[in-house]
């Protein structure tokens, strides 16, 4: 018999590269005996990976331990111990405070120390006393992190970049997750043949600013693409300033590097680019898109957008839907600016009422959806390689990717799952395609 596993619970806020974190939690736990639940009532360790991106996100985390400190409460008074810890960026940002707002957090740890977390966890155990990391380097941590993951299905993220040395100045990210610092090609390499080996298709590489991977992203991309097994590469999030020629090749050359680039350009603007120090023009990333379509005609394009900024005035919005007309998005995503404390732009004059943020976001959003739409819709009557990830939601349904990471759903037999398939659209919504699959692949 072995012992009954301690309860795991891990809540991920924010971008991929935390739900990757969480994973590798997960990882360094499973030897101290816990196994993942999916809900925090009675849960032994709640873990908290949090973003602290917009104030919005933040907020989330506190609302969220209000509620586990009452299921810690609950516990208690069985006798039983929950151990609550809060990693991820708003730990980095806010440790301190954290402990000081919710007196129920037992551990707070930053990005970097992960790899700790047993011997961290430990040490609160035995004196339940407070405990703060959140200053080491990444370095550490991934060498002390295992090649050897778990992966649960067909595709998986992998991060190959941390950090951020740009210093936007709306962002917190070069404060909460430190200078840009790249993994060695051979641990990434050992990582991805490991999900290879354990069935995993298709990796996304991780990094706040990915295509700065030094040694440069093709390079590690051509070398991922060897791997047998590995039949679909992405990346994200990229810098318009780090699209160098060598990885706009790639996307012409290397047929497992996937039409799907998503390259962020915050403003149409040039003043306000100017202002959150982006170091590009409006017509310079949109140059950057042409030698990309020219590398890869059928790229699919993706961005963030920050309406509201401080001094962004009208105009400077028309500029950004003229720019979003321009690129054709076959997805976006648009944000309200949200001043955080200590970035530069929170204290320039200027700031946007609320209202009018609201205003612009919805106009923004209008344009982004009637774009998504149409990118959808061009896709009826094509028929597209479609790496079916897991069964669909009805039964006798699968569920899938198209290369444009459209959600893709058609009728099938489950042991398809992990197959690459050829499906026929028949209709497409805002969010995902259906389609039916070839002859060949249908059950007869
Ligand atoms: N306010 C609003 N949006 C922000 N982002 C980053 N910082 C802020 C902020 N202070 C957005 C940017 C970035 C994405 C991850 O989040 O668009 O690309
Ligand atoms: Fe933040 Fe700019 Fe770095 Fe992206 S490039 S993480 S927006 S500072």
Redo the contacts with the bound molecule.
């Keep these: 018999m072995t012992a009954p596993l301690k309860r795991l619970y891990i809540k991920t806020y924010g ?1 991929q590269m935390n739900v990757y974190d969480s994973e590798r939690m997960a990882d360094v736990l499973t030897p101290l005996g816990y196994g993942m639940t999916d809900s925090p009532v009675g849960a032994d360790l709640v873990v908290l990976n949090t973003c602290h ?2 104030e919005k996100a933040t907020e989330k985390v506190y609302s969220e331990l209000g509620l586990i400190k009452e299921m810690k409460q609950e516990k208690a008074l069985t006798g039983e111990a929950m151990t609550v810890v809060v990693a991820g960026c708003v730990a980095q940002a806010e440790g301190a405070e954290i402990m000081r707002r919710q007196p129920a957090v037992d551990l707070v740890v930053g990005p970097q120390a992960y790899h700790q977390l047993p011997e961290l966890i430990a040490r609160t155990h035995r004196s339940r006393g407070e405990s703060l990391a959140a200053d080491f380097a990444a370095d550490e941590k991934f060498d002390a992190l295992s090649p050897d993951r778990n992966p649960t299905g067909v595709t998986a993220f992998l991060t190959v970049q941390e950090g951020c040395d740009k210093f ?1 100045t ?4 070069p404060y909460t997750r430190g200078a840009e610092w790249s993994r060695p090609v051979d641990t990434i390499l050992a990582e991805a043949r490991s999900l290879a080996r354990q069935g995993v298709r298709e990796v996304t590489l991780l990094g706040q600013n990915v295509n700065a991977y030094t040694g440069g992203l093709a390079n590690l991309v051509r070398a991922l693409a060897r791997i047998e097994g590995l039949d679909r590469i992405r990346y994200m ?1 990229s810098h318009p300033r780090d699209m160098d020629e060598d990885l706009i090749a790639a996307h012409g050359d290397i047929p497992e590097l996937m039409p799907f680039l998503h390259l ?1 350009v ?1 403003s149409g603007s040039d003043r306000i680019l100017k202002a959150m120090n982006r170091a590009h023009t409006a017509e310079s990333y949109l140059k950057t898109l042409e030698r990309v379509r020219a590398a890869r005609p059928d790229m699919a394009l993706s961005g ?3 309406v509201g900024f401080p001094g962004e005035r009208d105009s400077d919005f028309e500029a950004t839907l003229d720019l979003v007309r321009a690129v054709g998005h076959a997805s976006a ?1 648009s ?6 404390p200590g ?1 530069p ?1 929170a204290a320039l004059p200027g700031q946007v009422a609320e209202e009018v943020k609201d205003e612009r976001l919805a106009r923004l959003n209008v344009l982004l959806e009637v774009q998504q739409k149409a990118f959808n819709a061009a896709q009826v009557d094509r028929t597209l390689p479609v790496l079916i990830e897991k069964p669909g939601r009805h039964p006798g349904q699968l569920s899938g990717r198209s290369p444009y990471l459209q959600a893709v759903h058609c009728e099938g037999p489950a042991g398809l799952i992990g197959q690459i398939v050829p499906v026929r659209i028949t209709s497409a919504a805002r969010m995902s395609l259906a389609g039916t699959l070839s002859p060949a692949q249908a059950p007869a």
């Design positions: 971008c991106i917009r936007c709306f962002c917190v990210v999030t962020p915050q963030d957008f920050i995503f944000f309200k600016y949200s001043p955080r970035t732009a």
